[in-house]
């Protein structure tokens, strides 16, 4: 392999006389080239713009969920429905497939939850839900056997108005 001083200098371009400015290596680029990379980079920036405008409208314009309302039962309150009404009303029905659990993701306010089994009104209690801390309630706690229970066995909460 040759070394640097074993490579000739270059004959073919003459060295600029001492003192004159030398040409950037940019300046020998035509000017299309030049416009072309302007357009590319305002593209790049009018991209990146537009996406994050999009992204803030769409995270400002939904609404999610910040708390819960959780009803545990058990296998002996299958086939319960817990109905929590609101601003929206969501209805859930205790099984074996969601463990017995209805997790119901709502916005911090007032709801009325309802547990009926077969007719019967197992639990109707009015909850107020607050940002990030969620609602527990267990159905053994107020029907301890859901077949016992009957329509007058829970007291009901005053009605609910928004």
Known sequence: MATTKEVPP???APEPPAGTPTAPAHASYPPRR???????????????????TFIWYRWHAVVEPTTAVIVEGSPAFD??????????????KLSATNNYVATVLVEPGHY???????????????VEVERFLGVRIRLADAAPDPDA????????SPPYTP
Do not use: N, W, Y
């Open 10 to 12: 270059r004959r073919d």
């Open 34 to 52: 030049a416009a072309l990379v302007g357009v590319i980079l305002g593209t790049v920036v009018a991209t990146a713009l537009t996406m994050a």
């Open 79 to 92: 086939g319960t429905v817990v109905t929590v009404a609101g601003a929206r009303l969501f209805k859930v």
């Open 112 to 126: 009325r939850v309802r547990a009926e089994r077969e007719g019967r009104l197992l639990q109707d209690v009015d």
């Open 149 to 156: 229970a009957s329509a007058g066995a829970t007291r009901p």
